[in-house]
């Protein structure tokens, strides 16, 4: 068969395309202009950055820091680089939002740490934090980061200061990757059913977590490189961070299979002594995803319910919008039931410590989302659209003068569009925007309205030496949307997105622009999304969920008036599926018997997964022992012939 088969899943979607920023030189970048000094001035006028609470919070009780380490895969390929990032120190550049700089300096503090005795945390190995609670005899494992490597380089290090101690229990708090996917670093499955160690985690987590990003995955993760800011270099005009912290590792991905589903609030679990009180609250941050407190310590785990930062109602990578209002409410019922807990530990970021401390803080993020909320609604209903929402939205001073409620991950802006797009969808109201033209063709006709090119290209520059880069931006993406290539434009419009990211208080947005600028001078990145890093998950993610998949490659066009059918029993699951495509549609059934088919496929579900990740050609399986054939084998060929073979390597700043 000419056609290599890969079904295309996409679920790395948190971390977007997989590639090496070591292999990147910095190059480019323009320095901040004076309106950028100027805006970044201002921010340090504004907040009161000199205070240290934060830092003698992010360093409290350290055991041992971490400054050096360099974790690779067996092969060789960069996974987690820290001195990468020991330029974040000191005052922040000109090129970097004082406010963010702050936020990553707190970031950049790594290594392990005692929360309270019986408690420590791993801070800095990865984008989250791996939480030890120690028990009578063992260690129970929270959230074991996102990549085999860096978990077990985070659990070694461990190791190496407070001894070695079985592993307990493995607690996940949600469904996504950065708090599950090191899992095998922490033990192996084998491991896990031997010694019997109970894998906790909230209802509905497997099908979060494997099936969340499936669909559109490869949009997803290709966005996903621009938020968090992939391929750039760590530099102070480059990545710096995401302000939930540095980025997600780039390594090997597993998973491990449940063995206790936390399903309702107040259920309790007593793992080697030590008492667990948890609250479920799916569909907050994560679909799936529960909080705990641990009576004997006060100690409340707050996931990623909340967290040193503005969160996402909406992230730019792409995903569901989140419910603010029941997201407040999660945050409240907590307050309730945890009142009396003297300190609170996250996911991501540092602890803080005595009641009041821990409630004022909870209450500060619980008001967030409630008035991102509230406000945007009423604004919505009084004919505001999502566009003069998000300019107009403040927070109130309180707020706004909190760190831990500032935008350095998710922003006023795109979460107040998030809230109104959860009520409203994409359609403002106005006719003209109803059926608009898309973007290059409308480009074309405004860039000849306002009198050609080098019109255009006077306003965007006057525009950019008054310090207008919104602007500046708006015109010169016309420009490279109706066709203009030239060398001069494009580099403009880069140096726009230069000093929108070096003004940006938020660690995506600043990626986004800097990407942007990045793939500007450079072309867009020519490797995208590498899933058999996701082998491990991949394994565990359901059948259904693949052919799913495989349905929306489907080329509409491609396959009218096409009537294919092909059956997939699979040997080990004992499980027979029909693929049928008709009216231009691919659908699939589970069916308990054989059926009359143009091609079946009689295989083991691991020589499926080798299909998936493109380890194994369908021709060379055809004549492996894992793999037998029926029926017209060109009419196989014309099906998988008919499905798109996505990269995620598409344009994004250029048609």
Known sequence: MTKKWIVCLGVLALMGCSGDSENFDFQGFSEPTKATQKHNAAIARLLPLDTQQDFEDAVRGLIAADDSSVVRTEAGKLVWDIPSYAFIDGDAPASVNPSLWRQERLNNIRGLFEVVPGIYQLRGFDLSNMTIIEGDTG??????????????????????????????????????????????????????????????????????????????????????????????????????????????????????????????????????????????????????????YLPKHKAFMGAELVSRNMHNLYTLRGAHVRDGLSWSKFIDQAISLFSEADVYLGSHHWPAWGNENVLSFLEKQRDTYKYLHDQSVRLLNAGYTSAEIAEGLEMPEALAQNFATRGYY???????????????GWYDGNPAKLNPLPDEQASERYVEAMGGEDEVVELAQSAFDDGDYRWSAELLNR?????????????????????????????????????????????????????????????????????????????????????????????????????????????????????????????????????????????????????????????????????????????????
């Open 139 to 292: 260690w129970i494992i929270v959230d074991p980061l996102t990549a085999k490597e860096t978990a077990a380089h985070a659990l070694a290090f461990a190791r190496e200061h407070l001894g070695v101690k079985p592993i307990k229990a493995i607690l996940f708090t949600h469904s996504h990757i950065d708090h599950f996917g090191g899992a095998l670093g922490v033990a192996s499955v084998e491991e896990v059913v031997q010694q019997g160690i109970p894998v906790i985690a909230p209802v509905g987590f497997m099908e979060a977590a494997t099936r969340e990003n499936i669909i559109a995955g490869f949009a997803m993760g290709r966005r996903g490189g621009y938020m968090y800011g992939t391929h750039l270099p760590r530099h102070e005009r480059g990545h710096i961070g995401s302000g939930l912290g540095s980025e997600p590792a780039m390594g090997s991905h597993g998973i491990l299979q449940p063995t206790d589903i936390i399903d309702t609030t107040g259920e309790t679990r007593t793992i080697d002594g030590v008492k667990i009180v948890f609250q479920n609250v799916p569909g907050s941050e994560a679909p799936a995803e529960y909080t705990f």
């Open 410 to 424: 998710g922003t006023v802006r795109h979460n107040a569009k998030a809230v109104y797009q959860m009520y409203m």
């Open 479 to 655: 420009l490279v949307f109706a066709g203009e290539d030239s060398s001069e434009v494009r580099e403009l419009l880069a140096t726009c997105y230069d000093q929108m990211g070096y003004q940006a208080e938020s660690g995506p947005w600043r990626n986004v622009y800097l990407t942007a600028a990045w793939e500007l001078r450079n072309g867009a990145v020519e490797q995208g999304v590498d899933i058999t890093t996701m082998a491990d998950v991949l394994a565990n993610t359901a059948i259904d969920s693949f052919f799913d998949s495989m349905a929306v490659q489907l080329d509409g066009r491609k396959a009218r008036g096409k009537d294919l059918s092909v059956e997939f029993y699979f040997t080990d699951l004992k499980q027979r599926y029909r693929l049928e495509i008709r009216n231009s549609v691919l659908r699939h059934y589970k069916v308990d018997a054989e059926g009359d088919v143009d091609a079946a496929l009689v295989l083991s579900r691991s020589m499926f997964n080798r299909l998936t990740l493109g380890q194994v050609g369908i021709t060379d399986a055809l004549f492996s022992d894992d793999l037998s054939f029926e029926g017209s084998k060109l009419s196989l060929v014309e099906f998988f012939g008919l499905l798109d073979t996505p990269t995620g390597t598409f344009n994004i700043v250029t048609p």
